[in-house]
Every structure is written in C-alpha cells, then in structure tokens.
C-alpha cells in the first residue's frame, strides 16, 4: 500500500530528471529536453517505431498508456545487448577456466573433451556439442561456492579480452542497445535481462555494463546446496542443471521469478522467439524487437546466411506478426560505445 | 553504467520525499522531519536496535555505511507479515477452492482427504501431513492456467474473510512490519517477500497489502509448462513441485531469485532460521529479526508453548547471536491497522 504511489512518483522523477542526466551533466539547458534519446540509431522506421511505442504507453491521456509498474521489458543477452560471436562469451570464459585450472588436473591432457580445449582446438569442442560442452561447463562452473565463482568472473571479465578486436568483452555491448535501455528506464520501464545464459555469469557484470542490477537478471541456474564451512554458510554450485531459460524457458523464467508479463520484449534468435511471443499476447499496446546480425564488417553477419543461424522461426513470425526487426547495418550508426 | 547512479539519485530522493510522504500529506510541515518512523512500536531496546541499524548503514560517513543498491531486505510472510493461525491462509484458499471445485467433482464427497474437506474436518486434513495436504494443493493449485489462477486468488483474497475476526485476510497484515517496510524503503532499502508460500498466490495482493511489487516476491513455486490455446501462449500450473522456498531453501531462492545477499532478515520461525543465518554471515554490519508470537489476547500465542512450535532452533539461534527477538505483547503498540 505504500509502494505502488512511492515508485510512481519516484519514475516519474526519473523521467524528468534523465533529461539532464545524472553524473556530471547538470548543466545540460532546458532545450535538451529535446534531445534524440537514441542518437546511435540511424534516422528510419525501426527508430520511428519504438519511440512510437514508447510515447504511446507513456503519455497521459493515451488510449494505450501503461502504469509504470507494468512496464517491464525483457531482453536477451547474448546477441541482444552483446556480441556473441565467434563464441558466446560464456564459452570463453569457461574454456579460459580450462586453461587456468589444468594444472591441478593432469589427467584433462588426455580427456575428451579438455584436452581438445588446452591444444586450442575448440572447433572439435563445440562440434562435439553438449558432449562436449557440458563437461566444460560443469568443471568450471561448480564444485566451488557462488562468491568464489563470482570473484572469478569478475576477475575474468575486468581482464581477458576479444582476440579479434582486442576489446574487454563488456566494450563488445551495443550502443545503441545502452541507447535504447536508458531510454526506457527514462520513461518508467523497469528493465530485465532474460537470458540462456548462466545467472551467476551474468550478474558480477550487468550492472556495470547495462544498468541493470543482479535482482533483474534471469538466466540458467544449476542446483544449489547449502553447507557450512568454518561455521559460516555457503551455497555450493553442484554439477547439475536446474533449469534452462532458453525457448519455452523464456516465459517460465519471466512467470517463476518476475510475476509480471513484459510488454516489450527483444531478441535475436529462435530461442527468443517465445519470450517474444508471450510479451506480445497480452492484453493492450505491445512490442517486440528482433536485432537481425547483419553486418559482417562492423560485427558479424550470420542470421539465415549461416547453417548454424538461429533466427529462423523468429524470422518468419516476425515478419508475419509486424515485429520490428533490426538491422544492425543500416540501423545503427554505431556498434560498440566510443572508447 | 546507466543504472547505478540513477538509482541512488532517485533513492536518495525517495528518502527524501518519504518524509512528507505520498498521496496526499505534502502538506506535513518541516517538523515532521523528526516524527517517529515506527508509531506502532513501544519505546524499548527492540524498536531502538532496528533504528540505531538503520541509522548506522544509511548515515554518510558511517563506518557500516552500505551503499543504497545493496540495501536489501528479506522478510517471511506467513506469521511475519501476516498472521499464520489459526491456518496458514494459503491453506484456508485451498480448502475453499475446493469446496468451489466440489460440483464438477461427485468423487470427492467418498475420497480422503477431499471428503474431510468437505464435512469441515480440516483436523483430520492437517494430521494426514503431507498425505492430507498434498493432494488438496495440487487439485487446487494446478491445471489451469497462470492468468486464470491469479484471477481466481485475487477474486478469493478480495471477499474471503476469517470467521474469528470478520476481517479479510489482508486486514490480518500487521500494521508495526508496515511501519518497518515503509521506514526501510524511505531509506533506499529494496524489501523482498522470501516466503515458504506460493509465489504465485502471493503475488496478486502483495503490492496492495505491502507495497512489494511481484517481481521482489520469492517463494515455493510448481512446475509450468507453455502451451498454446486458441493460438495465443499460456503457461498451465502443473501438480508437480518444482521448488521449495523454506529452510535451505531460502538462502537458494534469495541467491537463485535475487542474486544478493540481504544486509537484515525478518522472520518468525525456524523455517526462516538459514535465511537470518544467511543474511548475517555476510560481511559488515548486518541485521536479523524473529517476531514472537506471545499474544494470545490480540493475535496468537504459540511459539514453544505449542507442541507443533516452528520457532525453536530459531529462538535457541536468535538468543545465542543477540538478534532482535521481538514480543508481539510487549514491543507492538497495536497489531493489525486501525480500520
């Protein structure tokens, strides 16, 4: 009974105050309220569309207006908000712990699929599929406790960079998905990341690289188990999986741990196909976005150009259903943030 | 990198609004500044330890400052928030649901526990245990959808009331843990239902009784599975459990659901015990709290004077560590909000 008026007055504070921003910016006059919120997105109707949709759930008197509470979005991670190619970054990590962790294990040099891994040939690992990546993941993401494997990523992740680019992988996040995020919360949306991923690899990093905070990650989980150890309890990350967020994950996920339907939702690929789907039956003004991979010089190309492309269910429904779909090369002026 | 310092701007703001309040009391003078924050609450070494916590990790340049993100607060609900006696309410839901349901189910009046249900002999029902239980829970809590079981918890928690009070079961909250709710997030804490009940029968009234949103709402959830009615996405509530928010539990719905560790804990009995052992681990300054019930005029009184107690590892716990054991006789003012 206190919350619903407290969070509402709050947002529309933040409404009126990301206009001047926060951090620095304070001196930003009264005309910046006039400002292009997404100014890395190229002038078109994809732009033309979302801010279509965020003007008609946000301003009062509208037919379609949305209470703040009910304005959640969801959004994909990998391949959504972040580059997921050659590998997702999850795999990286996990393949770097291989390396870092082989000394202790001798016999990994000659164990599918680990010594594949420290020769380098990660090509007969993913090949392999979950054979060869299950075993992976469960070395390196359990038999220690969640703040162990949390200072691990965070280790990780402030340090091992994208060979290619020679970026840390948090500088490998779309601009103008920061853009569009900023852009939303500016306009009472509580933001989510819904995700296949791994939740305790995402967590030591989203608030930092996206502003969304632990509390608004959701992802894959493995069991846990509480122990004592020295008379303190820890939760120990065991080898089994407990649940998937990824296709009907989605809106399991969404259902079990926000109780609240999005009212937009964004992807890249056929596992994000029934997030999508689920955002935009419910009642009311609904969007839903699919970032198309389409720019093999800036980043990568490979949606329905690659054999192993993801995106083609949600292509189809997407087309069909008048979902925005995005070019990533003629839609975004930029790809990564200015360094 | 958007995120962090908005939310701590807004929250210092909310910190600052809360004092002259929401909806209605701008018009409180300066003064109010000063007014106690916890009216309902006797003047006692309780009431003080809650204030002198809150002071002590909000107050700049204190040394147990806790910046505002990681203020967050974890509180049971059955017999915390609310009271438990002389059935859990969920419990109450679930044999009237059943009673509804009784029509379209002739089989029931010669099937236990369902016959006992029916003649009004919850005894029988409750010392059957599990067996008794189980099967109630899951002819009413599942095979519908997730939308249509909301509707139907909403429709029975705005009519439903307790024959011994005549009042409706949200009017069964406790009008001191608002007080305490409210106090917390005036000073940029983020309050969390961590609750051995049903997520999904607790989240259609929570923000109504306590101002927590769904999405800060744990608990016990069953399994769902996506199908597609008509053409459009729904989520059917399976009789299968899937996980139980109590004991070992919490700590692995708070690390799975919230992904932070709460800096205070609220609870009542020993199924909340791993969560204020787990809240206090942490490093830093840190609270717990367990409600005593010893008021048998005004509520219920019922820990350790009750064979089915649920609060005594707790009470042996809460005593050796010097957590705030709070008399429900002594330390409340009143118990439920005036009407």
């Not at 301003?59 to 050659?86: M, Q």
């Not at 609240?260 to 999508?276: E, T, V």
């Amino acid at each position: 009974m206190f919350g619903w008026c407290t969070r509402a007055t709050i947002l529309t504070l933040l409404s009126v105050m990301s206009v001047t921003g926060c951090g620095g910016s304070a001196a930003v006059p009264p005309a910046a309220v006039q400002t292009d919120p997404l100014p890395s997105w190229n002038d078109g109707a994809n732009k033309k569309a979302i801010i279509t949709f965020v003007d008609r759930v946000t301003r009062d008197g509208s037919p379609d207006f949305v209470p703040i509470p009910e304005r959640i979005a969801t959004f994909d991670n990998d391949g959504t908000l972040w580059t997921e190619k050659p590998l997702p970054v999850q795999l990286v990590f996990a393949f770097d712990q291989v390396k870092t962790m082989a000394p202790a294990h001798p016999e990994w040099r000659s164990t599918a699929p680990f010594a594949s891994v420290l020769k380098g040939d990660l090509a007969a690992v993913t090949a392999a599929g979950e054979h060869g990546i299950l075993p992976v993941i469960a070395a390196t993401h359990a038999g220690m406790t969640t703040d162990e494997f949390s200072e691990t990523v965070h280790r990780w992740i402030t340090t091992a960079t994208d060979p290619k680019t020679g970026l840390l992988y948090t500088a490998r996040v779309y601009q103008p998905m920061l853009e569009l995020l900023a852009y939303l919360r500016a306009n009472g949306f509580k933001t989510f990341i819904v995700s296949g991923g791994g939740v305790e690899f995402m967590r030591p990093w989203t608030d930092g690289a996206y502003g969304i905070p632990p509390e608004q990650v959701v992802g894959s989980t493995g069991k846990l188990k509480l122990e004592t150890h020295g008379g303190r309890p820890v939760l120990i990350k065991l080898p089994q999986i407990e649940f998937i967020d990824d296709k009907d994950g989605k809106p399991i996920g969404i259902e079990s741990r926000i109780g609240r339907r999005p009212i937009a939702a964004f992807g890249n690929s056929d596992g994000d196909l029934q997030m999508l789907e689920w955002a935009t039956a419910g009642a009311g003004l609904r969007f839903a976005l699919f970032v198309h991979h389409d720019d093999a010089v800036r980043e990568y190309a490979y949606d329905r150009a690659d054999k192993l492309a993801t995106f083609n269910l949600g292509w189809n429904e997407a087309v069909a259903e008048g979902w925005t779909v995005v070019s990533m090369k003629n839609d975004w002026r930029v790809i990564y943030p200015p360094r």
